[in-house]
């Protein structure tokens, strides 16, 4: 017991707490920057990178001299092509650093997730009761870029005015659907994928679909307001949520899009519960 007290105060010096701190300051910095890169394009050369890696180790071990000469080369001058390469991620990162979200996030990120809510809103209810259809997604933790690809890049602060001008019909961006990304609308136009479930009720039409489909796929939040009755719809993990009213579309977004919010998974059956006795539409897949 003596032997065992020693050894533990024999750890705990200065020496060895600078140690940990080292080691913890390097997780830190790893695990931001895998959250910086989630859902980018960065995620594929992050792991080219680690396949480069292990091929020099296993050359280095093997003893294949010119294989291991060749990935020094290429991760020499690597840096120089990353750095070119991703620019814009680079400087995103950069950015979010010098604003110290790392250690207000949650504050920070309710402020402008209400302030999004709050756009949304305005745009829903503009077209709503006027009944032009509309499309929006919003990422979660899966990445859109797949999809982002495939529309028309507007990068801009999310805006109920913009919104409502990107769905007036017969517009060259009304087609398709809007991708909402980090609180900023990151193109419209967008091509979702469409769901081939035979569950969905016939009399809904592409846009339906294309957010059911986006829902079996990812995690992403998506909003439909329907062309021929201005019913307001909201998809999220496989689910389809019909004929919500404001009160409760914005109560399911705040639920969703708080950093703080607990039980999300609930909401959906709190929300199919009570439109199953008022009578309302609901689709429902599991697999």
Avoid: C
């Amino acid at each position: 017991m003596v032997n065992a007290m020693q050894f533990i105060v024999s750890l705990l010096t200065w020496q060895n707490l600078i140690h940990l701190i080292d080691i913890l300051v390097i997780w830190f910095l790893i695990y931001e920057l895998l959250m910086l890169i989630r859902g980018t394009r960065a995620v594929q050369l992050f792991r080219g990178i680690l396949i480069i890696i292990l091929v020099k180790i296993v050359s280095w071990y093997v003893g294949l001299s010119t294989v291991s000469w060749v990935m020094d080369q290429i991760l020499n001058w690597g840096v120089i092509a990353i750095v070119v390469i991703f620019q814009p991620e680079i400087r995103r990162g950069l950015e979010h650093l010098g604003r110290g979200t790392f250690f207000t996030h949650n504050q920070t990120a309710n402020e402008k997730e209400e302030d999004t809510i709050k756009q949304l809103d305005q745009a829903i209810q503009y077209m709503s009761k006027r009944r032009i259809g509309a499309l929006m997604s919003i990422q979660m933790k899966t990445g859109l870029e797949e999809y982002i690809e495939t529309g028309i890049p507007l990068d801009a602060d999310i805006s109920g005015a913009l919104l409502i001008n990107t769905f007036i019909p017969n517009t060259p961006l009304h087609d398709g659907a809007v991708i909402i990304k980090d609180n900023r609308i990151a193109v419209a136009a967008a091509y979702l994928p469409l769901s081939d479930s035979k569950l969905i009720p016939k009399e809904l039409g592409t846009r339906h679909r294309a957010a059911v489909g986006i829902s079996e796929v990812t995690d992403a939040l998506t909003i439909v307001i329907s062309e021929e009755t201005g019913e307001v719809s909201i998809t999220k993990d496989n689910e389809l949520i019909r004929n919500l009213s404001r009160e409760d579309y914005l109560k399911f977004l705040r639920a969703q899009l708080y950093t703080h919010e607990p039980q999300h998974e609930n909401l959906i059956t709190e929300l199919y519960a009570k439109f199953h006795r008022k009578g309302g539409g609901r689709h429902g897949q599991k697999h």
